[in-house]
């Protein structure tokens, strides 16, 4: 158990799965403020209640508490402890952000060694800002429409402006992802038609035309490297070109080249039944809506599935970026939500490379000292339209807390 003095009446207890707040009077009698609990409510008493607008049940549920904050206010001269909570409780305040307690200006370490142990106890995350923590909430948010290449983020309804924080949004997907994939199947039934020509006039032809290999090899090394396409954006590159042509040259009976032939067809056949596939069940639209507090995913008319807002504790804006010059190039780019359970589910994936990604009036040189790692993302510090999309979604779904996971390629 770790004990530190607040204040000259008031200290905070904390241990791996307990938090309390002790107030004393003037007979040195305790009194408990509050206590949290491993896997439990926020609980407090009356006074604390009443002094901080907070409902009158004593406690508030761990699903509608977002973050643990600590901030720095001139103003107070102090640092402030608190807590994001959800939009759908109502307070007498315009933020909805509380105060849990203060701590002198030389204080600051022990206020992060008590705060850190509040958001372990909660399992929810720990935020420090220079700013007062009511000022996070009341950040402005980035213009809609957002432009993240395949994906385009609007409000529902034709609203468009910064003002609308909480308003229903929509992801709508460019057709020209269709389009590609299309191109991709039409190039795909193209190869395989030669692939299963020359394999079987390997075979078959009495001339012997490619039986030595010259034309399977030939073929081989052109549709080769569309495979290496397909491997993950962190695989290495040329990973697969490698094995199939260190495989081709292992084969000591040319014949068996017209094999490897028919095997390559039937790859591109199943290549071919995976991209009619995923333009059938693969979602074309993304609905926030705030009324029903979701998220839900349609193809069509067609919802493919949903999710409630109290399923999620957290939004994650995940990238593989590279410097160029004073610019950002990001290669891959996705938007998950982190479920209550620890589970992630993605919302959108962008794969194609965007060069100069960094908004307009974005510090370059700022971003280019941000180092890779999963770090808190306030709505000011959203670099790219994929991390101010993001910053949007946990905003519509109950200014959830966003965190940025940046890669360097």
Known sequence: MTRILVSTDSLVDYSDDRWRLVQFDQDANPRLLVEVRSGQNFRYDDYFG????????????????????????????AWQLGMTLSQDLSFSRSSRWFEILRFDRDAEDDAKSVGQALADVMAKPFVVSSSPPDELQSMPLA?????????????????????????????????????????????YGLLAAVYAWVSLASLTSDLGLPIAGTLINTVLGSVVPLFDSLAPATAEPGLLTDIISGFSSAITDPRLLA??????????????????????????????????????????????????ADEVQSVYASELVKWRGKGIT????????????????????????????????????????????????????????????????AAALGDLPVWSDRRIK
């Open 259 to 308: 094999y490897l032939g028919l095997g390559v067809f039937v790859l591109l056949l199943l290549q071919i039944m995976r991209q009619l596939w995923l333009i059938q069940s693969e979602p074309d639209t993304l609905l926030i809506d705030n009324d029903e507090r979701s998220i839900s995913a349609w193809r069509g008319d067609d919802r493919r599935w949903r999710i409630a």
């Open 330 to 393: 990001v290669f891959h780019g996705e938007i998950n939500l982190q479920l209550r359970d620890g589970a992630f589910r993605t919302v959108v994936v962008e794969d194609d490379k965007r060069n100069d990604a960094l908004l307009t009036g974005m510090d370059a040189a700022a971003e280019k000292d941000r180092p890779a790692g999963v770090f808190p993302l306030p709505a000011a510090e959203a670099a790219t339209a994929l991390q101010a999309a993001a910053v949007r979604v």
């Open 143 to 187: 213009a809609l429409p957002l432009d993240l290449g395949i994906w385009r983020l609007q409000a529902e309804g034709g609203e468009d402006g910064a003002s609308a924080r909480h308003g229903s949004l929509r992801f709508t997907r460019d057709s020209a992802w269709i389009k590609a994939k299309m191109r991709l199947v039409a190039w």
């Open 50 to 77: 009443a002094t901080r607008a907070l409902p009158p049940l004593g406690e508030v549920a761990a699903g509608d508490i977002g973050e643990v904050v600590l901030g720095w206010a001139d103003e107070e001269d």
